[in-house]
């Protein structure tokens, strides 16, 4: 099943107080570097020590030596996931992927802030942006990735291609018709073969976050 991702973007104490509220779910945390720099490593052994994994999003690119030393750290610190952009090239994926022990490394494809024009401008022949997140999501199955992060319109042409995981961010319990390219619905992202769904605001604002989780799951749970 599915498993529900909830993004922490928020201050540490408030991000802590939601963290108690929903613990006695089986969820990953997310912890973004807004979160990180503001309650350091103290916050994720918090969660961690709640029994709760941590996704720690942190879209690393840099050149190899830097990244995989942050990999390394990531492992000291005991972190399920870490993120990086596989944009960040061949030897700098390979490289991370040779510096982890049991951390899951979930590669960016292309940030959903890039269209098709920003591409062409930076002198891509590569074509649509369902081919260059193709192309980039091969570079991370190649180097040794687990995952990618995409689109749940994209997660069928990627588990048609390789064996990542699929983390969906960009998720509404209510997809409005004009926002149908770019977000879709807990549900919808499940069928689609989602293995990790990722919420931020629609939990995080929610005057009942517990409430909400409980909403999501069932509606993961239910759309098998
Ligand atoms: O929009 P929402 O608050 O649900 O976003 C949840 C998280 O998903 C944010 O922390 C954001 O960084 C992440 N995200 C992402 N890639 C996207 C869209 C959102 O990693 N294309």
């Known amino acids: 099943m599915a498993k529900l991702c909830v993004a922490l973007d928020l201050p540490p104490d408030d991000a802590m107080d939601l963290v108690k509220k929903v613990r006695h779910f089986p969820l990953i945390m997310k912890v973004g570097p807004s979160l990180l720099i503001e309650g350091g490593k103290d916050v994720v052994r918090e969660i961690l020590s709640m029994g709760l994994e941590v996704f720690l999003d942190l879209k690393l690119h840099d ?10 750290s990531a492992e000291r610190l005991g972190v399920q ?4 952009h ?21 590669g960016v494809t292309l940030l959903t802030s890039h269209d098709e024009e920003y591409i ?6 590569g074509g649509t942006i369902s081919q260059m ?6 570079i991370a199955e190649e180097f040794g990735l687990d995952g990618v992060v995409c689109s749940s319109k994209e997660v069928r042409l990627i588990k048609a291609r390789f ?10 319990l209510e997809a409005s018709r004009e926002d149908q390219v770019r977000v879709s619905t807990p549900g919808e992202a499940r069928r689609e073969g989602a293995d990790i769904i990722v919420m931020g605001r629609e939990i995080i604002r929610s005057p009942d976050p517990a409430k909400m989780v409980e ?9 098998q």
């Open 63 to 72: 050149i190899p030596n830097t990244v995989a030393r942050a990999v390394e």
């Open 81 to 84: 996931y870490l993120t990086l």
């Open 86 to 106: 596989t944009l960040g090239g061949r030897e700098m994926v390979r490289r991370a992927a040779e510096s982890r022990e049991s951390v899951k490394l979930i």
């Open 120 to 125: 062409s401008f930076l002198g891509s022949k």
């Open 133 to 138: 997140v193709i192309k980039l999501a091969g």
């Open 163 to 172: 064996s990542l995981l699929t983390v969906v961010p960009g998720i509404r």
């Open 215 to 223: 909403k999501v799951i069932n509606e993961i749970a239910y759309s």
